[in-house]
């Protein structure tokens, strides 16, 4: 199988996309954009910032006599809606900017690959220098892909996880897709003929309670903030 694996294969990159990929040559070096927003953050930075969300949401519902004033004043509902809605691009810039101070992140940060060499950002997610991190293909003695497989209707998607990359020097480094576009970057190495090893693994619980702390909140303050409109002036919006 890792023999006959292509880029052409659907199973793996029915839907990979990135600037170049249809210009795609030998001789090309492509560069990948990383979105910073999945990085993240301490467990304790990541709950008080859930829960203030959670809290700003409720706030409506457990503030004494507060309900009681909206018959009086029509125009509060829409005040407290308004406000609602903006704690939640306050949130996202406020992580945004924590994202930037735990990681050490000041400039925007991309991926390198070509035939001959790799350049990954690391910014302390391995135990090598904050900075760009190049590895020619030399230095890789071999990258050990981490998938799961999922499947919908009779089709089997797999996703790619997690990347080991096995230096030659015996040292390795451990990359996941909370941090890089492994879709992407694996595409590359299949293309560019990167030794590599599969390995199918299921989910871990790690990915699966990032995604649930990442979005629950955002999805309940909306939520919240619907719930309020509908129980205290329905038809004044």
Not at 25 to 39: C, M, R, V
Not at 162 to 187: R, W
Request: proline share 6%.
């Amino acid at each position: 199988m890792q023999g006959k694996l292509t880029v052409e294969d659907e199973r793996w990159f029915g839907s990979t996309y990135f600037k170049g990929i249809k210009q795609l040559n030998p001789a090309s070096n492509i560069t990948l954009k990383i979105i910073t927003f999945f990085y993240p953050l301490k467990v304790r930075t990541q709950l008080l910032l859930s829960v203030g969300l959670l809290l700003m949401g409720l706030l409506p519902f457990i503030t004494p006599s507060a309900i009681s004033l909206y018959p009086m004043f029509p125009e509060v509902p829409l005040i407290f809606v308004i406000i609602n809605l903006c704690f939640v691009p306050g949130h996202l810039v406020l992580r945004h900017f924590l994202i930037r101070r735990q990681y050490k992140i000041e400039a925007l940060q991309r991926c390198h690959i070509s035939a001959r060499t790799v350049s990954l950002p690391v910014n302390s997610l391995v135990n090598e220098p904050d900075g760009q991190l190049v590895l020619s293909k030399n230095d890789i003695k071999e990258i050990d892909v981490i998938y799961n497989v999922q499947t919908n209707k009779g089709h089997s998607i797999r996703t790619v996880y997690q990347v080991t990359i096995c230096l030659a020097s015996g040292k390795e480094l451990n990359f996941d897709m909370l941090h890089y576009p492994l879709k992407s970057i694996f595409y590359l190495l299949v293309y560019f003929n990167y030794p590599m090893k599969l390995t199918q693994r299921r989910w871990t619980m790690k990915y699966q309670l990032h995604v649930v702390v990442l979005i629950f909140p955002i999805l309940a303050h909306f939520a919240l903030t619907s719930l309020m409109v509908l129980l205290v002036s329905p038809l004044n919006l």
